[in-house]
């Protein structure tokens, strides 16, 4: 009975696990190559900005960062609403 039950255990966590694995390794990548684009904003020759819309970009990214990952320790769920704007 045990082996059984336990088995099916085993194998929703395993599941669950290679869920995580393939949906959070997608979104990480969506979110480097998203951070690799905003780079090439970096480009004076092709854009204008300010010291200041530096830090607000930074700070707004390292804030959503912060926020994610503490989700990630207290188990929390996701609140919408991310709107960015100089």
């Not at 990480?28 to 092709?46: F, G, I, P, Y």
Request: net charge positive; proline share 0%.
């Amino acid at each position: 009975m045990c082996t059984y039950i336990c088995h099916h255990i085993i194998h929703a966590m395993k599941e669950k696990r290679e869920r995580f694995a393939k949906v959070a390794a997608s979104r990480v990548q969506k979110a480097l190559d998203a951070m690799e684009s905003l780079s090439k904003c970096s480009n004076r020759t092709n854009y204008e900005y300010s010291e200041a819309d530096i830090r607000k970009m930074s700070r707004a990214l390292n804030d959503k960062l912060k926020v994610t990952l503490d989700m990630f320790k207290s188990g929390a769920q996701s609140k919408a609403g991310n709107t960015f704007k100089f």
